[in-house]
């Protein structure tokens, strides 16, 4: 079997009634592998609920990974809504840790007009905050800052692999459409692709293609980075290229596509990546 679980973020939209256990359920029916659940817009589980999906996700194969809340800016110039933003994140980590996830991914921060070597300072020091906060909960979960898709936020691959080499047991969600999109179409080759998965296994060792916490969707981008998520059939983004390379690089892990239309695209890059696995 392939390295990698390729699942929607979020509920499948044929999934009746629109339940995380349904979706599990529909994501099942579908052969597709994985869920990430999606926080984005706040915490609305407990960590009853949690368990509850775990166990169902567990006893269908359906893996798991969590996107915390959109609202966070750990380099907000207002301390209370840095506060606000690492309760969210360690929120979203708690209950996806009670579910079984394996990682939960987030949006870290916002440069402003800071200099983005003390916005990398910054936000080092709140990760490790966080990261104290949940080892001393007993919470077994990884924190995966996400590679974002403008110029405006903190994450490029490069801040989020230093990351991951100051802070034991942190590794980025590369975001390969937020890649592309953040270099205003630049990252759009095998070589790009192969590159990326290169700079990791240096930066963080083989270990790090061997449980990686991918996203993968179309996308449309304009002068400032991202502007929405598309089809893959309407996106200029070179994805067979994005699944070739996991594939020679050998990745293994989690792999969610964010597209307006979930479990279309999940099913059509799943059977693209079996198809290039099995060459
Ligand atoms: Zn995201």
Known sequence: M???RIGTAGIPASAKPQTTPDGIRRLAELGLDHMEIEFVRGVRMGEKTARTVGELAEELSISLTVHAPYYINLNSADPEKIEASKKRIVQAAK???AAGAVSVT???AFYHDDDPQQVYQLVKGHMEDMLEELAR??????????TTGGPTQFGT???LIRLGQELPGVYPCVDFAHLYARSLGEYNSYQHFAGVLQSIRDGLGEEALKAMHIHLSG?????RGEKRHVPLEETELD?????QALVDFDVAGWLTCESPILE???LILKGLYEELHQR
């Open 2 to 4: 392939a390295g990698l």
């Open 95 to 97: 209950v996806g840790a």
């Open 106 to 108: 987030f949006h870290a």
């Open 137 to 146: 909960s007993g919470v077994n979960i990884r924190l995966s800052p996400e």
């Open 157 to 159: 691959l490069e801040e």
């Open 219 to 223: 996308i449309e981008y304009g002068p």
């Open 239 to 243: 994805y067979r290229a994005v699944l």
């Open 264 to 266: 279309e695209d999940a």
